[in-house]
């Protein structure tokens, strides 16, 4: 079975920065789409940013510039690297992983791609106060 596992959360203030790590296990081909979405108290689940396999990323407008999302295959890992983290910020980061081809992204065709069709880790907390 895939197994998605983040770490790297934690309690920051404004301003700082954090880098998220998910590793991923239990899976043989290629992985389409990578992404990482955050969900906060009261609010729908979002996405963050995406990475398909040809390196192309996406980015949400008010991550742009400040987070970047990068992937190291030889450690089957995902990250997310985040500057300059504002209170806003704040939620239950969780990575997803689409092991069949497709849409890739923000849109929403590729967000419904990953929500039903990606594999999700359990998330790591973020905290910006």
């Known amino acids: 079975d895939v197994q998605l596992v983040e770490s790297g959360g934690g309690s920051v203030e404004a301003g700082g920065s954090l880098r998220l790590s998910c590793a991923a296990s239990?899976?043989?081909?290629?992985?389409?789409?990578l992404g990482w979405f955050r969900q906060s108290p009261g609010k729908e689940r979002e996405g963050v940013a995406t990475?398909?396999?040809?390196?192309?990323?996406s980015y949400a407008d008010s991550v742009r510039d400040r987070f970047v999302i990068s992937e190291d295959n030889a450690k089957n890992t995902l990250y997310l690297q985040m500057n300059m983290l504002k209170i806003e910020d704040t939620g239950l980061y969780l990575c997803v992983a689409r092991f069949a081809p497709g849409a890739c992204g923000l849109g929403a065709t590729a967000v419904q791609h990953l929500r039903f069709g990606g594999h999700w880790g359990q998330g790591t907390q973020v905290t910006v106060s």
């Open positions: 239990g899976y043989s081909g290629t992985a389409y789409c």
């Open positions: 990475i398909d396999n040809d390196g192309t990323t």
